[in-house]
């Protein structure tokens, strides 16, 4: 049984575009990404996956259930909002038991020892917080009922940089620990490092549903060279090359097909530099991104 | 439990100022009453004075029908007024409870625990009811403390009983017509101002009923009307039938309470 499961899930708002046939599993101990530009439709997909709102037709279901009918399989979903809110005139622990009173367990242990890895103080009134540590009590807040389930939305979002990593060392270990991850960014670099799998999605559909490894893979290498003289145009001008940027001496370009073809290619021109790299998601993403659009 | 007690929390300030509010307009209410009775040297007695005055007037103030020389009578006067204090409370409160969550973006907070909507509801609406009972009881025992500072004589700690259970009845009313707004509405943080205007279109109906034999029909949207408080201070108790009809109508709106809010796309 796959731990997320959505299928040909699609959301209008009225006329508003919301998801278009979206399908997507994440197994068990997998962490997922979930990457799109802002106003994709990743926080739709994830509040109908949850039973914040109804699909327009299609079907999400978490643990074989489905939120809206089964409300108690959340039991065993973590969820951190990409923008967190939460009663006035709390404390930080007031917030945290009241979030513990909802499940089965004794979350105390788990509250102290998830204060200390973020450094969040827990006497702290929530209302006094900045937008960065709202976001820490919103982390703790997911995960102390040990979930084994964790979807994050935009998770590090107003983290600095020491508490990502923090942050992204702690996703980890949960994950070690048998918690699958679905993480929804647009922040390419995040999810490169964690997800074994991503799926892409842009206007509300997906446009790539692919494993980490072969979306990075031998398809995509980002070439640049460097001629002795002003480079000939033409050279480049052969198929599996694009984004090229061409600028006298000098030429960048992503090349995806036959290395050897792009090689015997350039090996006709005297080069004084040549650089062959793995491109980063983005440099990818940006290819699916715009390729029809 | 645990979303009752949190519900009870957030409402317990506003509680206790509406509690106070309530005890003084009982208070300043009664006290006015000596006003109503003594002939002064200056002029003859509020009673006489009104005795001169067109109907429609009277109707208008809600003095239509009550003799105003005896406390029951002023007290069912001054009734029209507290009744219309614990109505507006427990509007807003109904309507305010349920839309909270997404009026202060809490919903993902809340709605993606292990709990259904139903469950929610159900908290919210406990919460709400044990409110309204506080403010209906604090106004009961205000009247019962109050009127015998001001009132000599016979003792109409009965007549007082009848009047804060029709209270009660109406606040039920209300109290499930502002949850069933916020229920239903798209945007349910507009909930408090439509139930409040839904409220003072009944109370402006109950007034202008009193005008005119022709218009008595109109009372059937009026729940301030449903409860005969003349009635009430002749010491003849409540309708059972109309008590009756009366639940049948917060029970409906609170089934669809349910229904909408479970149907609903919240809004984030």
């Known amino acids: ?293 | 439990m645990n979303m009752v007690l949190r519900e009870l929390k957030a409402s317990s300030r506003a509680l206790i100022i509406w509690s106070v509010s309530m005890f003084l307009c009982v208070l300043t209410g009664t006290i006015k009453f000596t006003a109503y009775t003594t002939a002064t040297s200056t002029g003859p007695s509020i009673n006489e004075l009104l005795k001169t005055m067109p109907t429609s007037i009277k109707a208008l103030f809600g003095f239509a029908s009550f003799d105003m020389a005896t406390m029951a009578g002023y007290l069912a006067l001054l009734f029209i007024y507290v009744e219309l204090v614990a109505a507006i409370h427990a509007a807003l409160l109904g309507a305010g409870i349920i839309a909270k969550e997404e009026s202060d973006k809490t919903t993902e907070y809340l709605m993606t625990k292990p709990v259904s909507r139903a469950a929610i509801v159900t908290s919210k609406l406990v919460a709400a009811l044990l409110n309204v009972v506080v403010i209906n009881v604090v106004t009961l025992v205000s009247f019962l403390v109050v009127i015998p500072l001001y009132s000599k004589g016979n003792d109409i700690s009965g007549e007082v009983l009848m009047l804060t259970l029709s209270m009660f009845v109406v606040q039920l009313i209300f109290l499930s017509l502002g949850a069933v707004l916020a229920a239903w509405m798209r945007h349910p943080r507009t909930s408090g101002s439509v139930a409040t205007g839904v409220l003072f279109t009944a109370y402006f109906v109950a007034r202008i009923t009193d005008m005119s034999d022709k218009l008595r029909f109109l009372n059937v949207i009026s729940p301030f009307k449903y409860f005969d408080l003349g009635r009430m201070v002749a010491g003849n108790g409540l309708n059972t039938g109309i008590v009756l009809l009366s639940l049948a109508l917060v029970a409906a709106f609170t089934a669809l309470t349910y229904v909408f809010y479970q149907k609903r796309d919240l809004n984030i």
């Open chain 1, 1 to 293: 049984m796959s731990v997320i499961e959505i299928k040909n899930l699609t959301k209008n708002y009225g006329k508003a575009r919301g998801i278009i046939d979206v399908s997507l599993t994440v197994e068990q101990g997998e962490i997922f990404g979930f990457i799109g530009p802002n106003g994709a439709g990743k926080s739709t997909t994830i509040r109908t996956l949850l039973g914040l709102i109804y699909p327009t037709s299609g079907s999400a279901r978490i643990f074989g259930k489905c939120c809206t009918t089964n409300p108690e399989v959340r039991e065993d979903v973590g969820y951190l909002p990409s923008e967190v809110f939460y009663y006035d005139g709390m404390r930080v622990i007031d917030l945290l038991r009241y979030s513990a009173s909802f499940y089965k367990k004794d979350c105390t242990k788990r509250i102290n020892e998830l204060a200390e890895i973020m450094d969040l103080d827990l006497k702290k009134r929530i209302d006094d917080l900045s937008f960065g540590n709202k976001k820490k009590v919103g982390i703790v807040q997911g995960l102390i009922h040990e979930p084994r389930l964790i979807i994050l939305d935009e998770p590090t979002a107003g983290l600095d940089p020491l508490m990502q990593q923090r942050f992204f060392e702690l996703i980890a270990s949960e994950n070690k620990k048998g918690a699958t991850v679905f993480l929804s960014s647009h922040i390419l670099r995040e999810v490169q490092k964690m997800c074994e799998r991503v799926a892409l999605i842009k206007d509300g559909r997906i446009i790539k549903l692919e494993k980490m490894s072969e979306l990075q893979g031998n398809n995509f290498k980002r070439i640049k060279v460097e001629g002795q003289s002003d480079l000939d145009k033409t050279i480049f001008d052969m198929p599996g090359v694009s984004k090229l940027e061409n600028g006298g001496k000098t030429a960048s370009f992503l090349y995806r097909g036959d290395i050897n073809n792009i090689i015997r290619k350039l090996a006709q021109t005297e080069l004084s530099n040549l650089s062959i790299d793995e491109p980063d998601l983005e440099e990818i993403f940006m290819h699916y991104y715009s390729k029809d659009g």
